[in-house]
């Protein structure tokens, strides 16, 4: 069975730190590209970060870039964000997804499937 399965959410003061996980299941999408994306309430979802199967190749949207890491860790399964220097405007519920197609840009989320659950983040001012 093709998974995705994102952890690690949770509470920060502005200027905090989370690492997120997406422990990625399943033999298609463990050779997949991940991408992780957000959704505030009342907005649409957003790309935040991608990353290729080898990990040689990423992509973050611009209000992230400098702040947030993203890097995976095959043997173990699992793609990881690592976000600094929380704002509240990072406040959202994030997804894992495995990119299924190359048919449209990295932040297309029509190119992933197989989402996860989502994992709340919540910065506080």
């Known amino acids: 069975q093709e998974q995705l399965l994102e952890s690690g959410g949770g509470l920060v003061h502005a200027g905090g730190s989370l690492t997120l996980s997406c422990a990625v299941r399943?033999?298609?999408?463990?050779?997949?590209?991940v991408g992780w994306f957000r959704q505030a309430p009342g907005k649409e979802r957003e790309f935040v970060s991608g990353?290729?199967?080898?990990?040689?190749?990423?992509d973050y949207v611009d209000s992230v870039k400098g702040r947030f890491t993203i890097w995976r860790d095959n043997a173990k399964g699992t793609v990881y964000l690592q976000m600094n220097s929380l704002k509240p405007e990072d406040t959202a519920v994030y997804y894992c997804?495995?990119?299924?197609?190359?048919?449209?840009?990295?932040?297309?989320?029509?190119?992933?499937?197989?989402w996860g659950q989502g994992t709340q983040v919540t910065v506080s001012s």
């Open positions: 997804a495995a990119r299924l197609t190359y048919i449209r840009s990295v932040s297309d989320p029509l190119d992933y499937g197989h």
């Open positions: 399943g033999r298609t999408v463990s050779r997949s590209g």
């Open positions: 990353i290729s199967y080898s990990g040689d190749s990423t």
